[in-house]
């Protein structure tokens, strides 16, 4: 059987949930091996969500530009990867993705079976300098020159991953609508319309500055009679200070389920996106999204078809009033024509058969 190495820095959050479910999806035809790095925001039985023939290595990639500690981490990884010789190695985050193409051209690896996804470029973080975005910029187009194919989790990620390199493919992001269905059937849950009295309103992910927490508290503030409820947690959850908001701290993936279902309308404030795993389960779900309108957002969400797309604070209260007073979330249409579009292109099913595809190098247009 051959061997898939999975190499990742940022195991947590929408990573984590993709990495479950792409590397328990594929354990049937080929030995899986993970090399990760731990994070806050890492469950503490992270195995328990893995298949048991799936092997972990752990070492310590650096988030940021730190030379020794990266440099340190490199040879680590080109010992663990020459070790494992692998027949695919897959490459998540942008410090697995630089430091795994160096390890892997080094090593004489064959670069037509590194794959590489960004899940979301470093160079879109607003919160770095002009300068430090450019170096992330060069970064990825040098070690874009060492080989390997980069794959775009959404359509907008993969016309950035373009003006980086030619070698690269769109596979879009995708859940496991069973296993969720599943849960909600195990929980004796429902899916249903508006039934909160107040209103509730949520998020789930990394209260980090990527998701934007302050634009998420102001739209908490606009509305003192509704309930918000942000699903996680993180470094910047001091900037959720609106009375109304309650942090649930982070979950396990059937609680983060349950959680989703009891919010009326779902909200994502991010100031960049690859493509969100929690917008789709609650798409899924059948709730009322409302996003910013960045990369990978609105990619899924169309505008008074299946959510709405807001670009700054008024549009958010904006369409959350007109929500709430026409009662947007009862209509059968609005919903379904949510589900129905996740079922179809964002399942489970279709994200493993064209990995496995690109795996065997059985290259088409995605």
């Not at 994070?39 to 290595?57: A, H, Y």
């Not at 070690?143 to 596979?171: D, F, H, M, Q, W």
């Not at 958010?316 to 949510?338: D, G, Q, R, V, W």
């Amino acid at each position: 059987m051959k061997k898939v190495v999975y190499v990742v820095e940022s195991f947590g959050a929408g990573v984590y949930t993709f990495l479950t479910e792409l590397s328990n999806s594929i354990i049937d035809y080929y030995d899986v091996v993970i090399i990760y790095s731990l994070r806050k925001e890492t469950p503490t039985n992270f195995e328990n969500d893995f298949n048991p023939k799936i092997k972990f290595k752990r070492i310590n990639m650096y988030k940021g530009l730190n030379p020794y500690k990266n440099l340190r981490a490199l040879f680590l990884l080109k010992k663990i990867l020459k070790n494992e010789s692998p027949d695919v190695i897959h490459l998540h985050s942008s410090i697995a993705g630089f430091l795994g193409r160096i390890v892997c051209f080094v090593n004489r690896f064959d670069m037509d079976k590194v794959f590489y996804n960004p899940h979301g470029f470093s160079f879109l973080k607003q919160n770095e300098s002009k300068l430090k975005r450019k170096l992330f910029y060069e970064l990825e187009c040098f070690t874009s020159r060492l080989g390997g194919c980069t794959v775009g989790c959404s359509p907008s990620e993969y016309e950035k991953a373009l003006k980086i390199s030619k070698n690269c493919v769109n596979i879009n992001n995708g859940i496991d609508t069973k296993k969720m269905d599943q849960i909600i059937k195990e929980n004796k849950l429902s899916i249903s319309h508006i039934k909160n009295n107040p209103i509730k309103v949520g998020t789930v992910g990394r209260i980090c500055y990527q998701k934007n927490p302050e634009l998420f508290n102001n739209i908490a503030k606009s509305f003192p009679s509704h309930d918000f409820v942000w699903i996680g947690d993180g470094e910047l959850k001091d900037k959720l200070i609106a009375d109304n908001i309650k942090i649930t701290g982070w979950r396990e993936r059937k609680e983060v389920i349950k959680e989703l279902l009891d919010v009326d309308i779902f909200i994502l404030t991010s100031r960049w996106e690859g493509l969100s795993i929690a917008l789709l389960e609650a798409m899924y779900l059948g709730k009322v999204v409302i996003v910013t309108n960045v990369t990978g957002n609105r990619d899924v969400v169309s505008n008074n078809i299946n959510g709405y797309v807001a670009n700054d604070l008024f549009e958010y209260t904006k369409a959350i009033k007109y929500i709430t007073s026409n009662n947007s979330s009862y209509n059968p249409k609005f919903k379904e024509n949510a589900r129905t579009n996740i079922a179809a292109e964002y399942g489970i099913k279709k994200m493993v058969l064209k990995y496995r595809e690109l795996y065997e190098l059985k290259r088409k247009k995605y």
